[in-house]
């Protein structure tokens, strides 16, 4: 499956921002999908992740109340709501793809990647 990334930018600390991973290539249905962000010189991290029906859904504790992960299987895309952004959260924010029903926080659980978007709040 194909990832591309959109909705990134600049925004103030408290402002909200969408991010959108379009997916092509497979049955995007029969996908878990995940969202990690990597700032400068830190490690990819986990954001949030959701199963393939979207009934089920995971956070990182840093996100948890202010991020909402969402996908519409009739659009092939996973969306990541992101309110009250603090300038801890800038970074770039990468979506995942993987071919199972188990959620996953951990990076090396997820085949497809894409390209990435930035975010960049501002205090």
């Known amino acids: 499956v194909q990832l591309v990334e959109s909705g990134g930018g600049l925004v103030q600390a408290g402002g909200s921002l969408r991010l959108s991973c379009a997916a092509s290539g497979a049955t995007f249905s029969m996908y878990g999908m995940g969202w990690f962000r990597q700032a400068p010189g830190k490690e990819r991290e986990f954001v949030a992740a959701?199963?393939?029906?979207?009934?089920?859904?995971l956070y990182a504790d840093s996100v948890k109340g202010r991020f909402t992960i969402s996908r519409d299987n009739a659009k092939n895309t996973v969306y990541l709501q992101m309110n009250s952004l603090k300038p801890e959260d800038t970074a770039v924010y990468y979506c995942?793809?993987?071919?199972?029903?188990?959620?996953?926080?951990?990076?090396?659980?997820?085949?497809?990647w894409g390209q990435g978007t930035q975010v960049t709040v501002s205090s």
């Open positions: 995942a793809a993987r071919r199972t029903a188990v959620l996953s926080v951990s990076s090396s659980a997820y085949n497809s």
């Open positions: 959701i199963s393939w029906n979207g009934g089920n859904k």
